[in-house]
């Protein structure tokens, strides 16, 4: 049987923390062995906002493959490569900018957010406003049928799926709808319980060292009303619990016991927690080490990885121009 092709994709943020890890892409690496898998670093999308200053870019995507490959993604079974390498995301996303109408991308929900939000940036760009459209040409050029993504990018697919529907309509069955395949979040706070996030300065990067990792689960904040060890606790309000729920859901019925029960002390439970991450990461922590050693061997994975897209991509655009009647 043919197997579904995957797109996905991250906007080149830099290094990532194990919120990211969680959100997205433990995800992609289980993905790899079942789909075809494509999986891009979008760096073109990261203009849309954040196009005045470029100068962490090119840093930002190197850190971002040393994750992937990290934390296991294996060019030998998905295709890791960039965004701005293959012309053809362009020349989609134009053709896509003529069929589109304006009141689709006006409306689209992270629009009117990021407008919102970004209130220190100039985004009233004709770029920002068609960021899905852009998105929409990664997504359809590989004719990919599932998009692993966040609960935030559903309206992207949405519009993807509108895009699609839309040119197979007015000029010929080229394109798949694609579906999204929502991540299924597996809930990891910051070490001080707020959302992870590298702002606040409470996370856990995916390559943090095991005596850092030791080092951070020993400073994470528990339940408050615990001050002396036969205290009940409440694990429900312990970030060191909701930790516990991801690295060792074996022993979670245990420790929700005892802390209720004023049986263990928060120092050991961190100290059980800091093991399992420190088992759990080491492999990643390993890759990175032996990938730092061949800094060639990226380049040569995100070539490989382009040429291999490139081919399906010019194909589609093909096709594309063909029905369009761009072609003479
Ligand atoms: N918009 C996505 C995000 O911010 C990134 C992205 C760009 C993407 N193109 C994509 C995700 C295609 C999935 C498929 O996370
Ligand atoms: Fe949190 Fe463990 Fe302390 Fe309970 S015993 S409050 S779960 S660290």
């Known amino acids: 049987m043919k197997k579904g092709v995957i797109l996905s994709g991250m906007r080149p943020t830099g290094s990532l923390h194990l919120g990211n890890y969680f959100g997205a892409l433990e995800n992609w690496v289980k993905l790899q062995n079942e789909y075809e898998?494509?999986?891009?670093i979008v760096d073109w999308h990261a203009l849309t906002t954040g196009y005045e200053d470029t100068s962490d870019i090119?840093?930002?995507i190197t850190e971002m493959i040393i994750d992937w490959l990290s934390a296991g993604l294996d060019p030998e079974k998905c295709k890791i490569f960039?965004?701005?390498?293959?012309?053809e995301h362009a020349e989609l996303h134009l053709?896509?900018?003529?069929?589109?109408?304006?009141s689709w991308l006006l409306r689209c929900p992270t629009y009117k957010d990021q407008l919102n939000q970004m209130k220190d940036r100039n985004i009233t760009t004709y770029g920002f406003l068609g960021y899905p459209c852009l998105q929409a040409a990664d997504i359809l050029v590989y004719k990919a049928d599932t998009v692993p993504v966040g609960e935030d990018q559903i309206p992207h697919v949405e519009l993807t799926r509108e895009i699609a529907r839309r040119f197979n309509f007015l000029f010929k069955e080229v394109f798949p709808e694609p579906q999204s395949k929502l991540t299924k979040a597996k809930v990891l706070p910051g070490l001080d319980g707020r959302k992870m996030s590298k702002s606040y300065n409470n996370y856990i990067a995916l390559s943090d060292s095991p005596d850092e990792i030791r080092k951070k689960a020993s400073l994470m904040i528990t339940d408050p009303a615990r001050i002396r060890k036969d205290d009940p606790g409440h694990p429900e309000v312990c970030a060191v619990f909701a930790f516990h729920k991801v690295f060792n859901e074996g022993e979670v019925p245990e420790i929700e016991e005892s802390c209720r029960g004023g049986k263990i002390g928060c120092v050991a439970c961190?100290?059980?927690?800091?093991?399992?991450?420190v088992e759990y990461m080491t492999?990643?922590?390993?890759?990175?080490?032996d990938i730092?050693?061949?800094?060639?061997?990226l380049r040569e994975i995100v070539a490989n990885g382009g040429e291999a897209a490139r081919k399906v991509a010019a194909k589609t655009m093909e096709e594309v121009r063909e029905a369009m009647k761009i072609d003479w």
Do not use: G, V
Request: hydrophobic share 30%.
């Open 37 to 40: 898998c494509y999986f891009t």
């Open 58 to 60: 090119k840093n930002n």
């Open 82 to 87: 960039i965004q701005s390498h293959i012309k």
């Open 95 to 102: 053709l896509f900018s003529m069929s589109t109408p304006l």
């Open 270 to 277: 961190k100290k059980n927690l800091a093991n399992k991450m």
């Open 283 to 289: 492999p990643i922590y390993e890759r990175r080490q």
């Open 292 to 297: 730092l050693t061949k800094p060639q061997m």
